[in-house]
């Protein structure tokens, strides 16, 4: 199987920047996407950015021009750069990694990491 550990998270005061990581480990394993959720309290988890091994990303509205996600393939580590953060980016922040992993066969995983808390206030 594989899993995840995330890190980065913490306090920072309206208009910082934090960065996000994100590592897979496991036996033999191979990588599609990777992406970032959030979860507010009291709200639905929602993507915040994905990335593809084609290098095609893709943001949500809300942190467009704000957060760049980025993919070290080799390290197998997924990052999210947040800048320009404001109040209302205050959530739990989960990666997400799917792909396929080897035991007697390929078979599809798809994994989270355990949440980063980010808190925005001053």
């Known amino acids: 199987q594989v899993t995840l550990v995330e890190s980065g998270g913490g306090l920072v005061q309206p208009g910082g920047s934090l960065r996000l990581s994100c590592a897979a480990s496991?036996?033999?394993?191979?990588?599609?996407?990777m992406g970032w959720y959030r979860q507010a309290p009291g709200k639905e988890r929602e993507l915040v950015a994905y990335?593809?091994?084609?290098?095609?990303?893709n943001y949500a509205d809300s942190v467009k021009g704000r957060f760049t996600i980025s993919r070290d393939n080799a390290e197998n580590t997924v990052y999210l750069q947040m800048t320009s953060l404001k109040t209302e980016d205050t959530a739990v922040y989960y990666c997400?990694?799917?792909?396929?992993?080897?035991?007697?066969?390929?078979?599809?995983?798809?994994?989270w990491g355990q949440g980063t808390l980010v808190t925005v206030s001053s």
């Open positions: 496991g036996r033999e394993f191979s990588i599609t996407h």
């Open positions: 990335a593809n091994r084609a290098g095609v990303v």
């Open positions: 997400n990694v799917a792909g396929t992993y080897y035991t007697t066969t390929w078979r599809a995983f798809n994994a």
